[in-house]
């Protein structure tokens, strides 16, 4: 019986979170953790969608043409069943036994859904005979980051199937940056605080409607950090990453999205010598980052893991997403 393995990476935003969300740019780069989707072929519906991690499944049953998930955590595995859905609606559709496998913490702000969606898509659309293209990728990573939370900028989804480092905005998607890291090495830290990213930038579209000058401003001035930082990561000039960095984070917490687990961190970076230290993602929870110099990096580390119940020294700008077995 055929037997499909898929992975795809998880990601860290590095500039711009929430801005993009109305239109500003961001950069995003893939990190060294990923999900792994493994599809085999079944004899008899129901197809089944299983999490490893989660120790979670779901049934879904083909009943006169239609899909319907009937038994198990159908609202956790929601997104996959939207890819289902839309795969259904081009006519090829057999029962499977999807197993979802993921290094990446969950709803820690580094990409596990849109990495889950992308794998799930690649291995289970080749499974059925589809010709897998970045589009195709594209498409149903985006389905699926919909039904996660309503209004996504697409910057999750385009980065863990591209992989790499992005620059992106909804306009005019994605460009490659060739980023030099020179002796640097970003930190992650998770602050285990879980929240929904629908919720939370919901909250900033709110507050923009409700200030709309001063948040016009603190958008602008997004746009410039974004923008200053493209020479300075393509040169590797770590001093000047960092400090606009800290000016990103900033800008986030004027905004509303830092909070006291995600200060305690970054302060405890910065106090053990990173160069600069931001949250990454929705905030309020989630994941931070920090960058220190290759010298330093292990410190800092062990000094967030007193705080943090995860903490790594991110391997960045990795492959996308790819088939592993077929
Ligand atoms: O879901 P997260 O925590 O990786 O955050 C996604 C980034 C946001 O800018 C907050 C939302 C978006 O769709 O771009």
């Not at 995003?28 to 989707?37: C, E, H, N, T």
């Not at 498409?139 to 309503?150: D, F, I, L, N, T």
């Not at 930190?187 to 200030?211: F, K, M, S």
């Not at 800008?251 to 305690?264: D, F, H, Q, T």
């Amino acid at each position: 019986m055929n037997n499909v393995r898929a992975s795809a990476p998880g990601k860290i935003i590095l500039f711009g979170e929430h801005f993009v969300v109305r239109g500003n740019h961001a950069i995003a780069g893939s990190i060294g953790l990923r999900a792994y989707v493994s599809s085999r072929e079944k004899r008899d519906w129901p197809l089944i969608i299983e999490s490893r991690n989660l120790g979670m499944q779901a049934r879904v049953y083909l009943d006169k043409g239609k899909l319907k998930a009937k038994t198990g955590h159908i609202e956790v595995f929601r997104p996959f069943i939207q890819i289902l859905e839309r795969l259904r609606e081009t006519g090829k559709i057999q029962p499977a036994i999807i197993t979802i496998d993921s290094e990446i913490p969950v709803s820690a702000g580094l990409g596990s859904s849109a990495a889950s969606a992308a794998a799930f898509t690649a291995s289970y659309g080749r499974l059925l005979g589809f010709t897998i293209t970045r589009e195709f990728l594209l498409e149903m990573s985006y389905e699926a980051e919909r039904v996660v939370h309503g209004k996504p900028s697409g910057i999750d989804n385009t980065i863990v199937v591209e992989g790499g480092v992005i620059l992106y905005s909804r306009e005019e998607g994605y460009q490659r940056i060739s980023v030099d890291m020179n002796n640097g090495r970003l930190i992650i830290a998770d602050t285990g605080v879980r929240r929904r990213t629908g919720d939370v930038v919901l909250d900033v579209l709110e507050l923009y409607d409700r200030h709309e000058r001063v948040f016009d401003a603190i958008y602008r001035a997004a746009e410039e950090v974004v923008r200053e930082s493209i020479p300075a990561l393509e040169r590797g000039e770590l001093d000047v990453i960092g400090e606009l960095m800290n000016v990103n984070q900033g800008l986030l917490y004027s905004i509303g999205v830092s909070n006291e687990r995600i200060e305690k961190l970054l302060h405890v970076a910065r106090n053990e010598g990173a160069l600069g230290a931001k949250l990454t993602g929705a905030g309020r929870g989630g994941s931070i980052i920090a960058l220190a110099t290759d010298e330093n990096a292990g410190r800092i580390k062990s000094r967030l893991l007193e705080n943090a119940p995860w903490s790594g020294i991110g391997e960045f700008g990795v492959e996308g997403v790819k088939i592993e077995e077929d």
